[in-house]
């Protein structure tokens, strides 16, 4: 069963890792996308090659979501190509490593402006159309298991991320009334672009690994599944919601 047939999907974030997934895991469930990306101009290409492939149509629109235009002309260009938008999944995120103490400004600026900026924008934008319309939709916000609990190295990254779940608990009450559905998952330690060169330390991984009770850290494939779930019908009468998947990591205390 295709659980977004002709749906119009958007993705932030989404040349590499999580986003991509949830991009290519919405084709496969029947969905025309729109992907948004900031610098990787060949693997935007072959996200959309691989979308295509699976019969549905695709566009990539390169952008910055530090800068609010770009989520009205990331929107305008969907709805310019598609006629509809019905689904945003804001995705984009950083996560450049560095001790508390000597954070220099503009990284934790910068921090802000892409992980929570981008995102309010993204969905603000995508919600004006969806009310426009006037059928209802469904936005989803990668948040991260850093939503709840700390990072000695992410004291710029965990506040945007808690950020990004509460707007989407905030937006569920502000949308609900136009039919439009706000639900956030939160990944826990998955191998992606953000966080390769922390990982690469062999005693570090085997650590996470260890903490995670399936015994294995995430690859971004096991997040296009929750994310297509709450885009989907199937998850109707969900909203305000944030589904960790995280392998069990957050409940193994010990």
């Known amino acids: 069963m295709k659980l977004l047939e002709g749906k119009t999907v958007l993705v932030t974030g989404a040349s590499t890792g999580i986003g991509r997934a949830a991009a290519i895991g919405a084709a496969q ?3 025309d996308v729109a992907i948004n990306y900031a610098h990787s101009d ?13 019969g549905q149509r695709a566009i990539a629109v ?8 770009t989520a009205q002309d990331f929107v305008a260009k969907a709805v310019e190509t ?6 945003m999944v804001s995705n984009a ?7 508390f103490l000597d954070m220099p400004v503009d990284v934790v600026e910068r921090t802000f402006k892409v992980n929570l900026h981008g995102a309010y924008f993204m969905v603000q934008a995508a919600a004006q159309q969806m009310v426009k319309q006037g059928h209802g939709g469904s936005i989803v916000a990668v948040s991260s298991i850093s939503a709840l609990v700390g990072g000695e190295f992410q004291t710029h990254y965990t506040p945007t991320k808690a950020g990004v779940h509460s707007l989407m608990q905030s937006t569920a009450i502000a949308l609900g009334k136009h039919g439009i559905r706000c639900n956030s998952v939160l990944p826990g330690t998955i191998l992606t672009e953000i ?3 922390d990982l690469a330390d062999q005693e570090k991984r085997e650590y996470m690994e260890a903490r995670t009770p399936l ?3 995430g690859a971004p494939e096991d997040l296009a599944g929750p994310i297509v779930f709450l885009a989907s019908d199937m998850a109707a009468y969900v ?3 944030a589904l960790l998947v995280d392998g069990g990591m957050y409940v193994n205390l010990q």
Do not use: M
């Open 29 to 31: 469930h029947g969905a």
């Open 42 to 54: 060949g693997p935007a290409q072959s996200c959309v090659e691989a979308i295509e492939a699976l």
């Open 62 to 69: 390169k952008g910055d979501v530090a800068d609010p235009q």
């Open 82 to 87: 598609f006629g509809k938008v019905d689904v």
């Open 93 to 99: 995120g950083i996560c450049p490593f560095h001790a």
């Open 195 to 197: 966080n390769k060169d």
């Open 215 to 217: 015994g294995r850290l």
């Open 239 to 241: 909203t305000g919601a």
